[in-house]
């Protein structure tokens, strides 16, 4: 890499990647102009940065964190770079703009969330993966659920004998 522009342009990649959080890669064939506007803005609104990047360099940029990234990086391609796990909220609105266009010139080709690379047809299931925020939930969900069908069980039991003896109280059978 002879080339003083290419070298500033991996060093400049190689730090935007260990920064981030998470990314998606994109290959985009024929994108007008008015279909890139509207793809950037959509994500800008998420906090997600997005960058047309050269593959070779992304490519070796990738290589940097030890993540093999080769086969998602052809074409032409962009990389929609987030904080924390912000790649699975671009990767879902990617997908429902490539739903929503017909012919969309764009195809998700991998993504790292996580510190894990998804290339190929796992590339897909990143839109589907979820955050944190209902990761969190599914916990504590899970947790709770039984402690509260004990606390009911318990609960019911107390009922149940406070009605019986009430019953009792109020058939006579007990003039205390």
Same mark, same amino acid.
């Given at each position: 890499?002879?080339?003083?522009?290419?070298?500033? &342009?991996?060093?400049?990649?190689?730090?935007? +990647?260990?920064?981030?959080?998470?990314?998606?890669?994109?290959? +985009?064939?024929?994108?007008?102009?008015? $279909?890139?506007?509207?793809?950037?803005?959509?994500?800008r609104?998420?906090?997600?940065?997005?960058?047309?990047?050269?593959?070779?360099?992304a490519?070796?940029? +990738?290589?940097?964190?030890?993540?093999d990234?080769?086969?998602?990086l052809?074409?032409?391609?962009?990389?929609?770079?987030?904080?924390?796990?912000?790649?699975?909220?671009?990767?879902?609105?990617?997908?429902?703009?490539?739903?929503?266009?017909?012919?969309?010139?764009?195809?998700?080709?991998?993504?790292?969330?996580?510190?894990?690379?998804?290339?190929?047809?796992?590339?897909s299931?990143?839109?589907? &993966?979820p955050d944190?925020?209902?990761?969190?939930t599914?916990?504590?969900?899970?947790?709770?659920?039984?402690?509260?069908?004990l606390?009911?069980?318990?609960? !019911?039991?107390? *009922?149940?004998?406070?009605?019986?003896? $009430?019953?009792?109280?109020?058939? *006579?059978?007990g003039? !205390?």
């Open positions: 890499m002879p080339n003083l522009v290419n070298q500033i &342009l991996l060093a400049d990649l190689q730090r935007e +990647f260990q920064q981030m959080g998470s990314c998606v890669v994109v290959e +985009f064939g024929k994108l007008l102009p008015k $279909q890139d506007i509207e793809i950037r803005a959509k994500l609104e998420a906090g997600v940065r997005y960058r047309v990047v050269r593959s070779r360099l490519e070796k940029a +990738f290589e940097g964190l030890r993540l990234m080769g086969k998602a052809t074409g032409r391609c962009g990389v929609a770079i987030a904080q924390k796990e912000g790649a699975i909220h671009a990767a879902k609105i990617l997908r429902d703009w490539i739903k929503k266009t017909k012919d969309a010139p764009l195809e998700i080709k991998g993504g790292v969330v996580e510190g894990a690379a998804y290339v190929g047809a796992a590339s299931s990143i839109a589907d &993966l944190r925020h209902t990761v969190n599914q916990i504590v969900t899970a947790i709770s659920g039984p402690a509260r069908s606390a009911t069980l318990v609960s !019911a039991v107390a *009922g149940g004998l406070a009605r019986c003896i $009430q019953a009792k109280v109020d058939k *006579g059978g003039a !205390a």
